[in-house]
């Protein structure tokens, strides 16, 4: 079905025990099942939009990102923990309104949506095989497999999906025993042991450095001034 859709104009949404929102009616019900239909929050799409910008070095395309998602904003509460929202025309990346984001999920494996998530798979990889310093390329088979594995986790616990945590799998994915250091102004990768002695000993830096651990150190230099230099007598 095309964004250009007249059929698909509102959908009353609710809040899941997840935190999450998901679809309970949609006005368009031949081209959309609300079993299971999720949407992405406007705090969560923030989040996800910051998540992308360092990938636009690695070829990421903001358009893709845009026919991904079908943006809403809120008409009004319809019960407790249910909201209606309405069909809008604005960017979800440029809009400064708080937008819903319905994922465009109709063409489950060649529609809008299935190609941002291979968009995002590729720009990850080339930003983690520039990053880490592997043995062999990383490859993007290897992030697939890894995704696919926490969804099937969840399908056999019974856990419904939610979209926004297949794309934070995505964009926050680093191969096992290996860590992103975010500290710095462009991401350093270190094997997991180095990663825990650099934390580590930064933490110990700002230790030393806080003022606020050293009463006991001043208590006692104060102690040794009054009794002249000498340790203070035993308390009676």
Known sequence: MSKSSPKLEW???????????????????????????????PRQMTHLVEL???LREYGFDPEIMEAAFIPFGIDKEVGEGMVRIVRVNDSLID??????????????????????????????????????????????DELEDEVREEQNNNFIEGNAVHLYNEIISILDYVPAGWEM?????????????????????????????????????DEEKEDLEEYGGGPPPDEV
Request: contains cysteine.
């Open 11 to 41: 959908s009353i949404i609710r809040i899941g025990e997840d935190l999450n929102w998901w679809v309970k009616e949609i006005s368009d019900i031949i081209h959309w099942d609300p079993d299971g239909l999720c949407v992405i929050d």
């Open 181 to 217: 250091d975010s500290d710095d102004e462009k991401d350093k990768a270190l094997p997991s042991d180095e990663f825990e002695v650099a934390e580590d000993t930064e933490d110990t830096a700002k230790l030393k450095n806080d003022n606020s651990l050293r009463w006991e150190e």
């Open 95 to 140: 809009s400064e309104e708080q937008l819903f984001a319905l994922p465009n999920t109709v063409d489950e494996e060649h529609g809008p949506y299935a190609d941002f998530i291979d968009h995002i798979s590729k720009a990850r990889i080339k930003l983690l095989n520039d990053t880490f310093e592997f043995e062999q390329s990383l490859t993007i």
């Open 52 to 54: 992308v910008e360092p």
